[in-house]
């Protein structure tokens, strides 16, 4: 069982809808991550949160919109988005060191939502 | 900057079949490397990892080692099973920039019976 949790599992949503997606973890890391991936291709990374501030966002378009409310949880708002959008959309975790991430510690990732933009 | 080439795929095995995905590295320093495993329809996990060199990452029978030399971090298993079919990335992590790790492109495997 993943330690990363997401929701929803699956989202279709037309290009004037504006959705949520929703991460919780509670292994106490206090750096979280958004990641696209499209398929057969690795993650690509969007945004990381470091002790709830922005740390790094990776050129991603103002329609996507992230927002880390406490320790465990990490929101991406949508809204406006493109076809091009529907991904698979993963959060993760790590613990955070004295930068943004403890180099030596590995991402935990959640099993995703399948996002398809109609 | 950073990149991970791994061995292209598909790879295509037999149970029972040893395998090698390779992975090389380009870095300055001294970076973190993993192997992550994808399953279908789920996330990645971590699979294994080394942070300096000549050190052993191993896990449910898989096995890398961490070469400074040859830039590389080849994943190994004596005898592959039908449940290890999945994607496979290798991936690494410096200390500085520490929050962007950089994936290979990801090998799929498939173990028929």
């Known amino acids: 069982d993943t330690e990363v949790t997401q929701t929803p599992k699956h989202l279709v949503m037309g290009m004037t809808n504006k959705k949520s997606l929703k991460c919780e973890q509670h292994m106490g890391h206090r750096a979280m991550y958004w990641y696209k991936q499209k398929a057969k291709k690795p993650p690509e990374l969007m945004f990381v949160y470091s002790y709830e501030k922005l740390s790094i966002n990776e050129s991603v378009p103002s329609r996507f919109s992230p927002e880390c409310p406490n320790s465990s949880l990490l929101n991406l708002h949508l809204h406006a988005l493109q076809p091009e959008d529907s991904a698979l959309y993963l959060c993760?975790?790590?613990?955070?060191?004295?930068?943004?991430?403890?180099?030596?510690?590995?991402?935990?990732f959640g099993n995703g939502t399948r996002l398809t933009v109609t | 900057g950073n990149s991970v080439t791994q061995m292209e795929g598909p790879v295509t095995l037999s149970e029972e079949a040893f395998l090698t995905i390779n992975c090389t590295y380009t870095?300055?320093?001294?970076?973190?490397l993993f192997w992550y495993v994808q399953y279908p329809g789920e996330g990645l996990q971590l699979l294994l990892k080394?942070?300096?060199?000549?050190d052993k990452g191993s896990n449910k029978g898989f096995e890398a080692t961490y070469r400074k030399e040859t830039t590389s971090f080849h994943l190994e298993k004596g005898s592959v099973q039908v449940s290890d079919s999945a994607v496979y990335f290798c991936?690494?992590?410096?200390?500085?920039?520490?929050?962007?790790?950089?994936f290979g492109d990801g090998t799929t495997l498939t173990v028929k019976p």
């Open positions: 993760a975790s790590s613990q955070a060191g004295q930068g943004v991430r403890s180099y030596n510690s590995p991402l935990h």
């Open positions: 080394a942070t300096k060199a000549d």
């Open positions: 870095a300055t320093g001294y970076p973190s």
């Open positions: 991936a690494l992590t410096r200390r500085t920039n520490a929050g962007k790790s950089t």
